[in-house]
């Protein structure tokens, strides 16, 4: 084991989202690879909006993804005695101060900050205030040497420098006593001895505020790597508007999570020109000194693509468990008909998702085939009722059904009514299917079985027109 100590932190107010959920995957890559720590802490402070349906959300698409911890859950309400005696410890070393300003004294004052061209932060009214009312303040950081700076080397930024004047005396915490989350974040990562703080860049500008905090309550500061954000297409931040952003939903449209995680782990992170990572190839190649500086672009397509690729890379028998549940959620009753596993089988090679292998896995299982009016106007004619009742007789009389004594059957029939191959093919591949997306029609005959061609046939016979 390393000294390596990360963690993934998320607030329990909605669904795991895809920034997220890379952000969780870069902080256990690196743990793995290190053999560091792996931490997770649910940030629940916000009791409002967080909530334990968020909660469980979260830990089912980081089980999904495989992303196990090392440590934890831990959740930050359990800790509210830990921030009040450190806020306590900034208060008694005059490191922090009560606030009494109103809402509207403070609405004031960046109104007038604005007007006069200044930064809008807190003027320090109360910083050297002796007089404690009767009424209700918050706890404020009393912001050390205002003419100083803050420097740390970011581990994808690079060297930063911000001057303290750019900063203010943030609240630590409010007028209900809850603590606020650029306090805890600072005391959590303090306490649990996490070494590197991986989080999107979006938090970048908290940074130089809890370096603050960490040398005011006599922590050692960790290191840092701001991860770049992801966008849509249109190069804004990744939203609705731009197709699912939750991890689930694409667990519920058919994605395996090989697939997602092979592609958030490309969306910011390369090794070479490879596209194709296994979870162990990650760990072996993963380095955050390799993950790009400029924003990420969500592409579904590539996504998509990759999704494809490993449903057909997937062992059948396993696909079958997995694809289960959404032959169910279609209403497809698999109890009876064909072999799963032969189904899956013909299936693999033109799926990319597991809905789209569900839908296409309907007309297997189906008592008869649905025909749209395409399909009957073209196939199922009047004229082809002779080629049914020679491929019926001849199908019957087939000693097995397996391609290499269906070949010959079929070939036997072409020859006797004088047809080419397509001839065949396609109006015994609709009456068989209804028009549905299938394998050969060799397969096809196999996977069914006798029993359910001979009575596709005989359907396909009565609707003739």
């Not at 604005?114 to 930064?119: L, T």
């Not at 910011?268 to 000194?289: P, Q």
């Not at 106007?377 to 004594?405: I, P």
């Not at 070939?411 to 080419?420: E, N, R």
Request: hydrophobic share 40%.
């Amino acid at each position: 084991m390393s000294d390596l100590r990360v963690r993934f932190a998320p607030s329990p107010t909605g669904y795991l989202h895809i920034g997220g959920a890379r952000t969780a995957l870069f902080n256990y890559l690196l743990a793995k690879k290190e053999q560091g720590t792996y931490v997770l802490r649910i940030e629940d402070t916000d009791i409002e909006r967080s909530s334990q349906e968020s909660v469980d959300a979260i830990l089912n698409a980081m089980e999904w993804l495989g992303l196990s911890c090392d440590e934890g859950p831990f959740y930050q309400t359990d800790r509210f005695e830990l921030y009040k005696s450190k806020i306590q410890q900034l208060l008694d070393t005059g490191k922090a101060y009560r606030c009494y300003c109103t809402t509207e004294e403070l609405d004031a004052k960046r109104e007038l900050a604005v007007q006069e061209g200044r930064k809008p932060k807190y003027d320090g009214t109360c910083r050297e205030r002796s007089a404690q009312p009767d009424a209700p303040y918050v706890v404020r950081f009393k912001l050390p040497d205002p003419d100083g700076e803050v420097c740390f080397v970011d581990r994808i930024k690079g060297p930063i420098t911000v001057r303290n004047e750019e900063l203010d005396d943030l609240i630590l915490q409010r007028t209900d006593g809850t603590p606020t989350y650029n306090f805890v974040v600072v005391v959590d990562d303090a306490e649990m001895g996490i070494t590197l703080v991986i989080r999107g860049d979006d938090h970048i500008n908290n940074t130089p505020r809890q370096i603050h905090l960490y040398r005011a309550l006599g922590y050692a500061v960790p290191e840092f790597a701001h991860v770049p954000m992801i966008l849509g297409d249109d190069k804004k931040r990744l939203s609705k508007r731009h197709g699912a952003t939750s991890v689930m939903a694409y667990q519920e449209q058919g994605f395996l999570p090989e697939a997602m995680i092979n592609y958030l782990v490309r969306l910011g992170w390369s090794h070479g020109d490879e596209e194709i990572f296994s979870m162990a190839d990650l760990i072996e190649k993963f380095t955050i000194e390799a993950v790009g500086r400029s924003a990420g672009v969500f592409n579904p397509e590539k996504l998509l693509w990759l999704n494809s690729h490993y449903i057909k890379a997937l062992d059948p028998q396993k696909l079958v468990e997995l694809l289960k549940p959404f032959l169910v959620k279609q209403g497809i009753d698999f109890s009876h008909g064909p072999d799963l596993v032969a189904v899956v089988k013909g299936l693999q090679e033109r799926s990319s998702t597991l809905v789209q292998m569900a839908e296409g896995a309907a007309f297997y299982f189906a008592d008869q085939p649905e025909f749209d009016d395409k399909t009957r106007t073209q196939f199922l004619r009047e004229e082809n009722r002779q080629l049914f009742l020679t491929l019926r007789t001849a199908l019957v009389r087939c000693d097995t059904f397996e391609q290499s004594t269906l070949e010959p059957v079929l070939y036997t029939v072409l020859a006797d009514l004088g047809l080419k191959f397509g001839k065949l093919a396609q109006p015994l591949r609709a009456a068989l299917t209804g028009g549905s997306p299938s394998p050969g029609i060799y397969e096809l005959l196999e996977v069914l079985g006798r029993d359910t061609v001979i009575k596709r046939i005989d359907g396909a016979l009565s609707k003739l027109v």
